[in-house]
Nanobody
């Protein structure tokens, strides 16, 4: 019904920057919260940043001051600007969206396919 398509991952040197994008498409009414999560090999998936429909943001302590989450509600798109990247940021990054499916407030969470971010030292 709804698809989240991520882009912008890649290989960068420590201290560099990347900008991730995630666009939602399909049958939806609106989107509430959106967020980015990441998972490194052998680790659990962890929250990176979230943003509400009102624009309120929340960040993991490990990325505060370096990453910025934003959204364009008109385009149903969320972004993650990643600056001052560190090798420990290396992971697969996943987009998440809590989607309102119709005007009576039916909701469902969707996940993107993930995009690889690799930071070399």
């Amino acid at each position: 019904q709804v698809q989240l398509v991520e882009s912008g991952g890649g290989l960068v040197q420590a201290g560099g920057s990347l900008r991730l994008s995630c666009a939602a498409s399909g049958t939806l009414f609106s989107i509430r919260d959106m967020g980015w999560y990441r998972q490194a090999p052998g680790n659990q998936r962890e929250l990176v940043a979230t943003i509400t429909s009102d624009g309120s943001t929340n960040y993991a302590d490990s990325v505060k001051g370096r990453f910025t989450i934003s959204r364009d509600s008109t385009k149903n798109t969320v972004y993650l600007q990643m600056n001052s990247l560190k090798p420990e940021d290396t992971a697969v990054y996943y987009c998440n969206a809590n989607v309102i499916l119709d005007p009576v407030n039916l909701r469902r969470d969707y996940w993107g396919q993930g995009t690889q971010v690799t930071v070399s030292s």
